[in-house]
């Protein structure tokens, strides 16, 4: 019961009055005419797979930290799924996909859940990068060999090892912290999220110069700059229920939402490189499942290492 009077609770409640307000707003816009089109579509999509999404989170964080590893385990797989459904796969490399999908993605976050971290540390970067060479090189394609076994390589680095920081942070023990990981969590999630849905309306507003045009072409320098710092100032503003001071808010906020637009250049990057706009159709609205951790791949490790040596 007292999940709910949580401060990671009262997160989920203020982004729910958040989406009633943006739900009403939209309603408004729609039907006095003020958007209307294609674009009224997509603003009722994204609204609509908002209140999914943050449905969703609110749920499993009232169900514990087993019940957190296991969706962000299940977000891997469909992670991991819409990463090598674009990738230069071929029937040879299917053992080497089946191990990946059925044996390293479950192990990591066993490893995770019952906090062995030295393993789970390992268990990806050393012996997985060790094993899928091995395994594929005994199918004897070797056209391809070296990018076809370092896309199956990179996406478990990405989709399984990267994402499995984020329920990891409920593994540490944070002296003199009267709060759970779980409010740590929530605020992770909440700033880097908050900076994406920010970089793209301050991009809308004022955005005149193009940040990468080739890899992200609605992205501006201006929507990245008021996008991190309005999303800086969100996590200063939650200092209360971290263990930060309000500079150190600021700075690990700023710190994650500047990894976090790292990712989301290097994950369009990618997909820039396979010729699709989106990871997958999963998620209306938002595209896939990957298209919805990209910026959270990058910034959940530096915010576990922060807790873990950097701040203390």
Known sequence: MDRFYSPSAFVFYGLFAFLVL???????????????????????????????????????????AGAITLFFALCSMAALREFATITHTRRDDHD????????????QYLLVYFEVPVFAALLIPVYSFL???????????????????????????VCVYCVSHIPAILTLDIPFY????????????LVVQASDVLQYVWGKSIGRHLLAPRVSPSKTVEGLAGGMLSATALGMALTPITP??????????????????????IMSAIKRDRG???????????????????????????????LAWGWM
């Open 131 to 157: 094993l899928l060479p091995v395994v594929t090189v005994f199918k004897g394609e070797v056209q391809g060999f070296l990018t076809r076994v370092s896309e199956t390589q990179w996406g478990l680095m």
């Open 244 to 265: 930060f001071l309000w500079w150190e808010a600021g700075l690990i906020a700023l710190t994650v939402t500047g990894f976090g637009t790292l990712g989301g250049l």
């Open 22 to 64: 943006a739900s009403l707003v939209a309603r408004f816009l729609i039907r006095s005419g003020r958007v209307g089109g294609p674009t009224a579509q997509n603003l009722a999509d994204r609204i609509r797979a908002w209140w999914v999404m943050i449905g969703v989170l609110a749920l499993i964080f009232t169900l514990g």
């Open 178 to 189: 009267r709060y759970s990981a779980f409010t740590l969590v929530a605020w992770l999630i």
């Open 276 to 306: 699709v706009k989106d990871w997958g159709t999963l998620v209306q609205g938002h595209g896939g499942i990957l298209d919805r951790l990209d910026s959270l791949v990058f910034s959940a490790p530096v915010f576990l290492h922060i």
């Open 96 to 107: 080497g996909l089946a191990i990946a999908f059925y044996l390293i993605l479950p192990l």
